[in-house]
T-cell receptor, first 114, second 115 residues
Framework: AQSVTQLGSHVSVSEGALVLLRCNYSSSVPPYLFWYVQYPNQGLQLLLKYTSAATLVKGINGFEAEFKKSETSFHLTKPSAHMSDAAEYFCAVSVYNQGGKLIFGQGTELSVKP | DTGVSQDPRHKITKRGQNVTFRCDPISEHNRLYWYRQTLGQGPEFLTYFQNEAQLEKSRLLSDRFSAERPKGSFSTLEIQRTEQGDSAMYLC?????????????FGPGTRLTVT
């Protein structure tokens, strides 16, 4: 069975600092991996996805993530945080032969201090 | 492309009442998913459709829950005899399995409060 663990339910950074949100996955078959962002009282917006074509994936709003099979990790980074990045971030995994349903982590709330 | 829409956005109901939510997917997407998200948690899969066929239901979907997608377009999720534990955000997503990756696009959600 697939699962996702996000380390740290809350992360706080200063504006302009590096953002690092951690995600580890468990999957017996090659997974598809996603990062979504959720603003208060809104649905989820896709930030980026791992499609097995490249291990370093670039997404919207300056975010990127690196797939490391040996570490079963897919951490999300952004070189310089902006106040507008404050939101809830979810890592998710899906498997091709299971209908594409997403298994989500518990989420990491990112706060950005001025 | 108008995105995934959900109606209503908010619903307050008394325990024991029935409620129904609607989801309109992106028009060319033939897969539709329902998720439930409780406070402080990630979304949890409930069920999904390919066209009008319901292909999988989670254990979370008790007998009080029923979902339909009668013409392969919009979908409804009904909860009968609501309980306080049903209070959550109900999210709908759609995807096009013609793409290699099942990239899902989410609606804004329906927030249910059971009093």
């Amino acid at each position: 069975a697939q699962s996702v663990t996000q380390l740290g339910s809350h992360v706080s950074v200063s504006e302009g600092a590096l953002v690092l949100l951690r995600c580890n996955y468990s999957s017996s078959v090659p997974p598809y991996l996603f990062w979504y962002v959720q603003y208060p009282n809104q649905g989820l917006q896709l930030l980026l996805k791992y499609t097995s074509a490249a291990t370093l994936v670039k997404g919207i709003n300056g975010f990127e993530a690196e797939f490391k099979k040996s570490e079963t990790s897919f951490h999300l980074t952004k070189p310089s945080a902006h106040m507008s990045d404050a939101a809830e971030y979810f890592c998710a995994v899906s498997v091709y032969n299971q209908g594409g349903k997403l298994i989500f982590g518990q989420g990491t709330e990112l706060s950005v201090k001025p | 492309d108008t995105g995934v829409s959900q109606d209503p956005r908010h619903k307050i109901t008394k325990r024991g009442q029935n409620v129904t939510f609607r989801c309109d997917p992106i028009s060319e997407h033939n897969r539709l998913y329902w998720y439930r998200q409780t406070l402080g948690q990630g979304p949890e899969f409930l069920t999904y459709f390919q066209n009008e066929a319901q292909l999988e239901k989670s254990r979370l979907l008790s007998d009080r829950f029923s979902a339909e997608r009668p013409k392969g377009s919009f979908s409804t999720l009904e909860i009968q005899r609501t309980e306080q534990g049903d209070s959550a955000m109900y999210l709908c997503a759609s995807s096009n399995p013609g793409q290699l990756i099942h990239e899902q696009y989410f609606g804004p959600g329906t927030r249910l409060t059971v009093t």
